[in-house]
């Protein structure tokens, strides 16, 4: 997978069909640019052209201490803006594009995000019946004109345009909730090795254990373990 | 349930014990007061307090628009401030109250969060092996040392620390992911009522249908439905 540098004109349009025709999978991008949100303007060309070229694109959270928790705070602290911060990054770049219609403009986008998309399936509820009221808790804007203008209901937009990976870093309860909330056609399996304590496998072995343990009908293992990979990205990948 | 006012120069020390007095519950708190965290050194004297007293403290999310997502923007768009940002913000907030020792020092306290802590049981995993990690992403301050002074490994605090409640808005796998996430101790019904979008007992029919489905052990269920809050409060709440 080729990084797509999104700060370029062209939002990292012509670098990404150069990796691809060298044989990449597809590109990754991150939840912001330079603190910039993906449905600004100047990414446009981006999504056009790798909604026209069906590009995977990995969408990986991007966040750094600077971002604080605080409005009276400078910094974040305790890496908070990782351990969670990074799952709200990909959630809210999810929403942002959304509620921009790039999601409905762009239908054919493969957008691939990480975690399980950090923390939405917890958030069902709130992105489900919550968001169904959107407008109701803003008074300077007519969000519900917003909503109303989308093609279907927020949360669908959540479980059904988006891929996601399986990496929960061991978490067993986090990785059935995400399971349970999205379709499996739309889930790939990941690990994120090798950012575990060992500095190795232990994500790996823990994600397996995981996955193996839940006695998944075989097709639906399958599919998560490669099939889905190789629809999304048109290769075929284990013999 | 009466309000402290955690802004006052006591930190609300005085309006918890006059509510008590008149037979509250407890006290509801925020997880920031005008943007400050609940670790800043002039809440001491609430903490301090409420562990002698052990009064129950709610723990309600608090965030508006103006707490953006992006660096380069002013205000939080589409209501991902409430989506989002609460449950942001109650997960903040435990890990502040954590790392700051609040849990060390006041092991008495009695702290029940809202919606299944919100994000915190999708996150298991980076609360789990992602934060023991602590210090490894950090470079200007020594956070393993921090880790190191804690009683426990940060992960268990979220667990065994906090009480919290089941709201989580007619999530299914979300319900099931927080109940799997907490000891059952921990638990306390809940529904969020009457926000929903009837504006009346869906999310109360709702959670009940999800919990009542699960066919929970009896015991279980009954200790979530009554018999944990009366345990918190000590006080007989059902007949």
Chains 1, 2 share one sequence.
């Not at 797509?4 to 990404?16: N, Q």
């Not at 709200?88 to 762009?106: G, H, P, Q, W």
């Not at 209901?153 to 995400?178: Q, V």
Request: aromatic share 12%.
């Amino acid at each position: 997978v080729a990084q797509a540098p999104m700060s370029a004109p062209d939002a990292g349009v012509r670098e990404a069909a150069r990796a691809m025709k060298m044989g990449a999978l597809g590109v990754q991008i991150y939840t912001n640019v330079a603190g910039r949100p993906l449905d600004n303007p100047e990414f446009r060309p981006f999504w056009e052209a790798m909604n026209k070229t069906g590009t995977p694109i990995w969408l990986h959270p991007s966040r750094g201490a600077s971002f604080s928790d605080y409005q009276t705070e400078q910094k974040s602290r305790y890496e908070i803006w990782w351990t969670f911060g990074w799952s709200y990054e990909t959630a809210a770049a999810m929403a942002r594009l959304v509620f921009s219609k790039i999601m409905d403009n762009y239908p054919k986008l493969k957008i691939i995000t990480h975690h399980f998309g950090g923390i939405v399936p917890m958030l069902e509820g709130r992105i489900g019946p919550g968001w169904d009221q959107i407008g109701a808790r803003t008074s300077d804007e007519d969000l519900q004109a917003v909503a109303k203008s989308l093609k279907k209901r927020p949360l669908r937009y959540f479980k059904e345009n988006f891929y996601t990976d399986t990496a929960a870093f061991s978490g067993k309860p986090a990785t059935i909730c995400g399971l349970s909330f999205y379709p499996t056609e739309k889930i790939v399996f990941a690990s994120d090795c090798p950012f575990d304590p060992e500095k190795g496998t232990f994500y790996t072995r823990e994600t397996l254990k995981i996955l193996d343990g839940l006695k998944l009908p075989k097709t639906k293992y399958k599919a998560i373990m490669h099939g889905n990979l190789e629809k999304i990205t048109g290769r075929k990948l284990v013999k």
